[in-house]
């Protein structure tokens, strides 16, 4: 049977993840959530990387999010968001803690922190996201993104992705405190208008 | 001022507090206005909602192969091992690993130095015409006991874990790691999210018996990592550990906590 939609089917594998009621878990779990993995890891791999920049750590931290996965796929059942935004929530969490985590480890041991993650806004990249196997809801939000300047779309995401106050992105992104909060707020006041048409 | 009436307002607040750049006591107020308010908050859900979205939108890319490998392998671990076991979040697993590995390398540089120190007496004896020689094992193997003394004083002045908990909040986020070492009576709390308490509060750590009221641990200042002393006793069969929000100093322990309780988790014997 073809599912109808990416969406179904990806709850169908949590479904299939997640232990029966009396506890218990199938062989089948471990084949769906295999199937899950080969389905998503690239895009989950992709919102770790852009948390958190470094390979290796993009890496340990997908690790940790399937595992988070595989022992709360049961909650999906009460959850109301698409599974894609689900999954990719847990992944962004996990991958801020692995950078608080980090950084107090830094702190204890006495080493500074490193530099800031001297990072560019393109200001020229046509249009960077992807919208295979995306959801509706995250369809909605590509189209409002897609009409921001490049550079205003770039600061709206990785403020979110990485967590990050205006002095903070300013300090990431080495760009003036004026023009980050600047782009933010017009990048927002625009976001509104445009979502507002979906709503 | 009621949001709920200027809507253009509470959008714009809602969608800077669900991007995460509404910071502060601006998101504080906006966070209290929401837990009284289901118009706030509706809309403050709406936007995390419609933000989390952009975790579907980043560019994907495929990580190496490896990482398959070490979830199946941590899965399999999880199975065979205890059922407890796999009921304990990941971090309190990585760091019992981190432990048992910073134990073992800690006990064989003692074994290294024994079995070095049975080497250099028979080599001792073995060469008992050369003078020069002898004396140098001699030095060498002064040298070798010093530094087995130094490194006995060393694992007794190392903290010996016997207890961990990672206490998390409402949305299961780990928040902080609290470990108990009997040898010293030494809770150390380290913070793991971002959490500030503010100048006129204070968090208390207290421990939740299986019955009977909460019992202090004391009360944290607001460095990141806070060490506070306490008997093994205090700890001992005690299931669960929480952290409230208190005013400034703290409460006394006998009431209980009179604030709210941002933090808990089970508290596990690491052996």
């Known amino acids: 049977m073809t599912p109808a939609t990416p969406d179904l089917h990806l709850i169908a594998l949590l479904d299939r993840i997640a232990p029966a009621d009396d506890g218990s878990r199938h062989a089948e779990s471990e ?59 847990i992944v962004r969490s996990r991958a801020l803690d692995f950078l608080r985590r980090r950084a107090s480890e830094r702190a204890d041991a006495g080493v500074p922190l490193e530099g800031a993650v001297s990072e560019t806004v393109a200001g020229d990249a046509p249009n960077p996201m992807d919208t295979s196997e995306a959801s ?24 979110y992705l990485r967590d990050l106050s205006h002095s903070e992105l300013a300090e990431q992104l080495q760009l003036p405190l004026g023009t980050v909060k600047t782009w933010i707020r017009r990048g927002l006041e625009q976001l509104r208008g445009c979502m507002a048409r979906f709503a | 001022m009621d949001l709920s009436h200027h809507p253009d307002l509470l ?120 003078q020069s ?33 990672v206490l998390a909040d409402e949305h299961s986020s780990a928040s902080m790691l609290v470990t108990f070492d009997p040898k010293h009576n030494t809770l150390t709390v380290k913070r793991l999210g971002a959490f500030q308490e503010g100048p006129e509060k204070s968090l208390q750590l207290w421990a939740l018996p299986p019955s009977g009221a909460p019992r202090s641990l004391g009360v944290m200042g607001d460095a990141p990592v806070i060490k506070l002393t306490a008997a093994e006793g205090q700890v001992r069969q005690v299931p669960a550990l929480a952290i409230s929000l208190e005013p400034r100093g703290g409460v006394p322990g006998e009431q209980g906590p009179t604030g709210p309780v941002l933090f808990k988790g089970a508290l596990v014997p690491t052996s």
Not at chain 1, 70 to 82: E, T
């Open chain 1, 136 to 159: 509706e809801q995250a369809w909605a939000l590509h189209e409002c993104l897609r009409k921001l300047e490049t550079r205003q779309r770039e600061v709206v995401s990785l403020a």
């Open chain 2, 133 to 165: 020689q002898v004396a140098q094992l001699e030095r060498e193997r002064g040298a070798l006991a010093q530094r087995s003394v130094q490194l006995a004083s060393q694992l007794q002045a190392a903290p010996e874990i016997q207890y961990v908990a």
């Open chain 1, 31 to 89: 084949a769906a959530l295999r199937e899950l993995y080969d389905l998503t890891c690239s895009r989950l791999y992709g919102v770790a990387l852009r948390v958190v920049v470094n390979r290796e750590w993009a890496e340990d931290v997908l690790q940790e999010a399937y595992l988070s996965i595989w022992r709360v796929a049961g909650d999906y059942r009460a959850a109301l968001s698409p599974p894609l935004a689900w999954m990719g929530l």
């Open chain 2, 11 to 130: 959008d714009r607040l809602a969608a800077a507090y669900a991007l995460g750049t509404l910071r502060g006591g601006a998101r504080r107020r906006f966070e209290a206005m929401a837990r009284t308010s289901p118009t706030v908050r509706s809309r403050a859900l709406l936007w995390q909602e419609r933000f989390a979205a952009i975790t579907e939108l980043q560019p994907g890319e495929m990580p190496s192969p490896n990482v398959w490998k070490r979830i199946e392998n941590l899965i399999a671990a999880q199975r065979s091992g205890a059922a407890r076991e796999a009921q304990q979040p990941a971090l309190v697993e990585a760091w019992r690993r981190a432990l048992r590995l910073w134990r073992g390398a800690a006990l064989a540089g003692t074994f290294a130095t024994i079995a070095a120190i049975g080497v250099s007496v028979y080599l001792g004896a073995e060469v008992d015409r050369s």
